[in-house]
Every structure is written in structure tokens, then in C-alpha cells.
């Protein structure tokens, strides 16, 4: 009796640990929840950390700490989370608000002072617990649309004691009701062959709004699925996200990942979670059955035969697709396949390609040409195509062989090192860079440094490149006319391009002190601040700026403030 009272004890003091943890959180907006993005999300390299919150368009509303707990750190970027507070709780989590419009006053008034005192727009501030401790239910800022953002709304995310964000609606501390099951947006099958040791893949048929067919679809001996599915919610337009994605062959899982708690250094591997070549093209994001070796994420993928579809005999056979959202609403597509003998596969031979190992250093050397691939860096096995234009044509600003380097839908994870000898008279050398020219013909600049008679540069993908030179410094301009009166104002601008290589920095000062600025779509917006500088004066601006090539210009003006 004695030993069954403790147990009981223990299990109401168990009870009441969770009961108040769930007590201890709030929303942090005083508005009905609905978000426009949720935790895990595909976003091109990194998962959603947290969730967005839609305010209706609305800035400025009012901010709450969720929990008590004290702002750790402020962090104050033109891209990213923008304008963001860091509030870490007494359990050792850490909740993250992004995209403020506004800090507490006291706040906004240190992250000015530390910016003028660093010379520097971004900046960060770290505080311990007895600066700002905060009670739950404080206000710590203001919503807002800074930093990389393209609409209002909170971003909020929480990590775990060693900063790993996680799922905290599906932990618990919100009683989000979702009812929605996600949806099917389109289904591709890839063919895969390995007859050379290296595997192939191609794109064999797809179905948009893909729905569970009758009719037999015939595949070859060895495929994979690719699936863009999105979660819906009740009372918003948002393309949240899948939490579970599985394939099944026969009633037997071949494929099997879960988003889980995802640690951000993982990120990146979403380029070999997803069919990459579909990313580029039409911007969908697939996530594909077929688990690549060098895929980390494979601890949170269960596969069987590498997530392939295997038709070993041609008898007709059932694949199911699941997709699942947090809250565990199913949504299922079920084929039937059977092996095709219609359905060969392209051809595939060597063709003179070399062989790159995934989990190995490669290196391609030609005469003016060498390129390395690090180890690691591609997530399987290719055969590496390179075709060398004769392209030495200085009046179009080209001072090497145009390169053709592999296939530019086959990801990287690492960079490679590129190394392209040019012809580039010395005087020019220090100008001389490597530029990419693109599938849709646009060029860009990768930059570099001139070694051993060429230029050397990292790249982080497969591609066109060849040697340019840029001796033309960046373009200047106010966007106000000489000596103008602009008294109302507390931002002006200013125009700034370059042509080639791209701006490395740029400087304002108004009346020989450094003033604050940052760059949005390809202009400086300066902010006029009346505790810098004295209002009902003229002023002198003077703006620089510097191209990674090191080219550099400066321009100056009155203006009457
Ligand atoms: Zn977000």
C-alpha cells in the first residue's frame, strides 16, 4: 500500500509539471492564430525553422514574450530575421522573434548608440538575465516586414538548449486545431540505371493534382517517385508544411521522412532531398524516394533499397504515397505498376565522361583548366562531362577557353575550386575574374584571384565559366537634385550599380561623420537622424563605393535639412 502511494504522488507531481508548462506559454500576438508558413517547410537550403504569423497586413502591433525568461540577445541585420529579439527562458529554450518593426525604446536607443559606435548597420547585442529580464505577456517590439521579408508578419521560432529549433505547436505549447489534411500538387516518376556504376536518372511521366489511379502505369525495372504535396489549414491561404512523407511497395515502406527536430547545418541537404533539376526549372520543391549516399539526412529517413522502385517480375504491383501534416491528417495516393518492357531507359555509356566519386576528392585537369570537387561535396556518383570552347575574344571582354563544366541540375554541397589560365596582360591581372555564364544566358560574376597565369575562384555549382576583366568602377547617383530642401524627409537615397563585378563596400558620411545607411533593391536608403545631425542647415553627403575588383568612385552633394 505504502510503495502504490508513492508511485501515486509521483504521478500527480509528473501531471502538474506538464499541466503548468503548458500554462507558462502564451501567443505572442492578441490576435486569433493563423499562420502563412509552419515549421519545416522546404525553403531551398534550410528547413523553416519556426512559424510565421499573419497580422493582417498590419504593422506595429504589439509583441508578447511567451514565456518569462530574459532577452539574451538583439540582433539588427538589412536581410534575415531584420529587426530580431532573442528571449531565452528559465527551462533554457530560446525563443527567436523576427522581422520587428521596432525594439522596446530603451533598445532601439542601445542598437543605435552600438551602430554608430561600430560604424556598422548590422550589429549584434548580448545581454545576461539581469539586463532585461521579461515576465510572460511583455511587450518586447513590434511586428514588422525587416529584414528578409516580403509581407508583414512575426516569424517566430523556439530552440532547444543547444539552439536546435524545433516544432513547439506540435510539443504542445498551442492547441492549433488543423483538420486539413495536406494536398497533392504533383507526382513525378524518374527512371534509374546504374549499368556503368554511376547512376542515371530520368524524367519518365508525372501527374499534376495527382489522384489514385485504376489503370496500370508501367515502369521500368528501377524508378523513384518524386512528391510536391502542401499542408492546408483552415482560414488561410498559406502552403504549409508536409511533417511525413512515405512510399510504400506492396504494403512494404521503401521510403520513410520525417521532418522532426532538424538541426539548421542540415539544411542544405534539402538539395538531395528534393529533385534538384524540378527546383530549378519550375521552382517546385520534390521530395524524392531515391536516398543519394551522400544524403544526411538519411537519419531521418528509413528507406529500403535506397527509397527505389524495384519491379523485379512483371506482375502488377501496388505503390501508396502518404503525406502527413503535424497534426497527423493523411492524405494517401495508391498506383499500380508493373514492369514495362516499353519503358527502356536512354542509352548510357560512358562517352568519354569521367568518373566522380561521391564520397572521394575528384579533380578534372585539362591543359588551362583544372576543377576539384571536395569530397562530400556531391550527394552520389556522376560521370563528369567537360567541353572546351575556344572563346579569347578581349573585345567582348572574354580572356580565356569558355568551359562547360558537367550538368548544372547536379547539386553541390561543398564548393569547388576552379582554376582557368587567361591570357590577361600583367597590368590587367589584379582585374581579371572568373564569370558564369548562365542556362538562361544571363552572365554572373564568381570573382577570384589571379595565380599561376589564370584566376582561381570557389564555385558552388556545375556550370559555363570563363576569364573577364573589370576596370569600370560602380555607378553612383543621388535620387535628389543638388542643394535640395528635403526637410521633411528622414530617409534620402542614393543609386548605386556595378557593372561586373559586384559592389565589395560602400561608405556615407553628412558632414564628414559616417551616417547610417543600407541597400535595398539596388539603392542606398541613408537615414537622416536628428541626434546626429543639426536639423535647418545645409549639409554636405559625400558617398563611396568600391567593386570587388577594386574599382572605386565617390560622389558629393548639398542638401538643405
Ligand atoms: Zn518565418
Redesign the pocket.
Known sequence: MKIKRIYSILFVQVIALFGLSAQEVRLPLDLPVSFS?TYGELRGNHF?????FRVGGRIGDPIHSIKDGYISRISMSPSGYGKGVYVTHLDGTCAVY??LSAFTDEIEKLVRKKQYEDESFSVNLYFNQSTFPVKKGDVIGKVGNTGSSVAP?L?L?VRDENGTPFDFVNEGYYDIKDNVPPIFQRIKFYSYVDTTGVPETSFLLGFDAPTSLSRVIELPEKSYICIDAVDKQAGTPGRLAVEHYRVLLDGETIFDFKVGEMPSYKGLYIKSLIEYGESYYSGMDMVKSYVEPGNALRSHIESKNSGLIILEDTLVHKLRVEVRDGQNNLSAINYRVKRGNKVQPKGVSNDGRVPMFWNLPNVYRADSLSFAIPAASLYRSILLNVEERRGFDPNNNIYSSIWSIGDYLMPMHKAATIHIKADVPDSLQSKALIMKLNSNGVESAVGGKWVNGGVQASVSSFGTYYVAIDTIAPQLSFSFKESAKVTSRSVIYARMRDNLSGIRSYRVEIDGKWALSYTRRGRIEIVLDPNRFKRGKNHKIVVTAEDSRGNSSRIESDFYW
Open positions: 508558413g523553416h525553422a519556426g512559424y510565421d523576427g522581422h508578419h516569424h521560432e
